[in-house]
């Protein structure tokens, strides 16, 4: 039977799990029957080069970079990412025909109960800017180094013992029927990555009927969120060295904005709230100026807003 539409995605389990969730959205959607829905599944870059912070290799290109070629091709119809990470300013010619419904948008502590409860000059195994200063503006004492993998690899570097504690999104476990990993982490004192818990699926813009087809399934509040987040990360010009985190939360048509700026050592950490309408992100704008004018040289020199 040929498919009604192919789905290009990276081969890394929990990418096929996304790819997977989203083919049984569609096929429920459209009433197809799964061999209408085609998962097509790529190696991508940032899978391959293991031994280097992301930011040193070409940032989260590296994880779009080769669906990016076959959606261009027309080898594949439309792309399935994790939302937290696309780079911010993608090619003109892709855009996100939907957004799923967002899941756990928590960071899970994988290692200790709580942040607290870090033993003291613990090792800290993470290759994500936000959640090492996040973690050395809360714990000065810890020692960060870089972790990078799948699910499966980080956790097995922990249980080696390369590192006492790591953090990994609590979505991704839950996808990966592994909820019973860790301790998530509550937003009212550890702030997530913008776009976390989200999967967006991106196809070309000239592509009228994948665009129909992916509609069907875009979740209209997770959309409001992720335009918002999205916003405040291209006018703070936040790249992968940049430790930004932020929740944003919606209510009917109302959101509330919550982010915060961090120095590399984590020293340094400016915060701003806001409210505003689904689709007005000029107050979200306002916030990204606000916290970039208050923070100091060592937390501006990390953003490319030209502040």
Request: glycine content about 10%.
């Amino acid at each position: 039977m040929r498919p009604k539409i192919r789905l290009g995605t990276r081969n890394s389990p929990l990418a096929m799990a996304q790819a997977v969730e989203t083919q049984g959205r569609l096929c429920a959607a459209h009433g197809w029957s799964e061999d209408e829905v085609e998962l097509v599944p790529v190696v991508a870059s940032g899978d391959k080069v293991l031994d280097r912070p992301l930011a040193e290799i070409g940032g989260k290109a590296l994880w779009t970079k080769e669906l990016d070629v076959w959606l261009a091709e027309g080898r594949i119809d439309a792309s399935v990412h994790s939302a937290k990470d696309v780079e911010t300013i993608r090619p003109h010619e892709f855009h996100f025909a939907a957004f799923l419904p967002r899941a756990d948008r928590r960071d899970a502590l994988v290692g200790a109960d709580s942040i607290d409860a870090i033993p003291q000059g613990a090792i800290v195994g993470t290759s994500a800017p936000r959640r090492a200063s996040q973690l050395l503006n809360l714990r000065p004492d810890c020692k960060v180094v870089m972790f990078r993998g799948n699910v499966a690899t980080r956790l097995g570097k922990l249980e080696a013992g390369e590192a006492d504690v790591t953090f990994l999104a609590a979505a991704g476990l839950e996808r990966l029927g592994q909820s019973d990993v860790g301790n998530p982490l509550n937003t009212g004192a550890w702030i997530p990555a913008a776009a976390q818990g989200v999967i967006a699926l991106e196809c070309r813009a000239g592509d009228a009927e994948t665009t129909a087809a992916l509609a069907a399934i875009d979740h209209a509040q997770t959309r409001g969120e992720l335009e918002a987040e999205r916003a405040l990360l291209a006018q703070l010009g936040g790249t992968c060295h940049s430790p930004v985190a932020v929740l944003c939360e919606a209510d009917g048509g109302a959101l509330t904005m919550r982010a915060a700026l961090f120095s590399e050592d984590g020293s340094e950490r400016v915060e701003g709230t806001v409210q505003f309408s689904k689709g007005d992100h000029a107050p979200v704008e306002a916030l990204a100026d606000d916290l970039l004018t208050r923070a100091g040289e060592n937390i501006r020199q990390l953003f490319n807003s030209g502040q």
